[in-house]
């Protein structure tokens, strides 16, 4: 039962090289989620995705892509990176539906250092 | 605009004291308001929601409209309770800046 999978765990850039963090759910949830998390910001939303085919921004987009792959995965890309990307990245889903109790479920996180 | 605010970094407080983990939020529609909860070494996962006005693990949270609060409450803490806490709006999916527990024994 594996939930929400997020790769790689732990990655360590160099300013302007470009990565994509993967993320797939088995829960047959139709909303999927890219956050991260800095000390003393919380957790900020990067893009999401309401359903497969969609893909929206959310508060901090800049710098990054999203890809909406199929039902399952949702990636995150980041073509240049920078050293304000250094960050802990959350992949999310959530359900719809009679499936959708608003609770989001998490991936284990993917720790980014750019430098 | 929507935010929420977790004034306190860090609360830090002794076994069997009670805890308060302080959560504001802004919203101008019907809010929708959870605690998550992230222990060392694990995932981030849902402690409570308002709707279901449950208590869970002993701690319990109350919707107060009119000082725009969902406060976290337990009246007596548990080493095991030491983690981060998020308060989060559902309805537009954004998170406080959490706040650390320590329970000290």
């Known amino acids: 039962n594996a939930g929400v999978t997020q790769t790689p765990k732990f990655q360590v850039l160099k300013t302007g090289q470009s990565m994509t963090l993967q993320c797939a759910q088995d829960?047959?949830?139709?909303?999927m989620y890219w956050y991260r998390q800095d000390p003393g910001m919380g957790l900020r939303l990067i893009y999401y995705s309401a359903s497969e085919g969609t893909t929206d921004k959310g508060e901090v987009p800049n710098g990054y892509n999203v890809s909406r792959l199929n039902k399952r995965e949702f990636s995150l890309r980041l073509e240049s990176a920078a050293p304000s990307q250094t960050s802990v990245y959350f992949c999310?889903?959530?359900?719809?539906?009679?499936?959708?109790?608003?609770?989001?479920?998490f991936g284990e996180g993917s720790r980014l250092t750019v430098l | 605009a929507q935010r929420v605010t977790q004034p306190e970094k860090l609360l830090s407080v002794f076994k069997g004291a009670p805890v308060e983990l302080k959560c504001n939020y802004s919203?101008?529609?019907?809010?929708?308001l959870f605690w998550y909860v992230q222990y060392s070494r694990q995932r981030l996962q849902l402690l409570l929601r308002?709707?279901s006005r449950e208590s869970i693990k002993g701690f319990t949270a109350d919707l107060n409209k009119g000082e725009t609060s969902f406060h976290l409450k337990k009246p007596f803490a548990q080493e095991e309770d030491s983690a981060m806490y998020y308060c989060?709006?559902?309805?537009?999916?954004?998170f406080g800046a959490g706040t650390i527990l320590r329970v000290k024994s």
């Open positions: 999310a889903s959530k359900g719809a539906g009679g499936l959708n109790t608003g609770e989001l479920f």
């Open positions: 919203y101008s529609g019907s809010p929708e």
């Open positions: 989060a709006l559902r309805n537009k999916l954004v």
């Open positions: 308002h709707i």
């Open positions: 829960m047959n949830h139709n909303s």
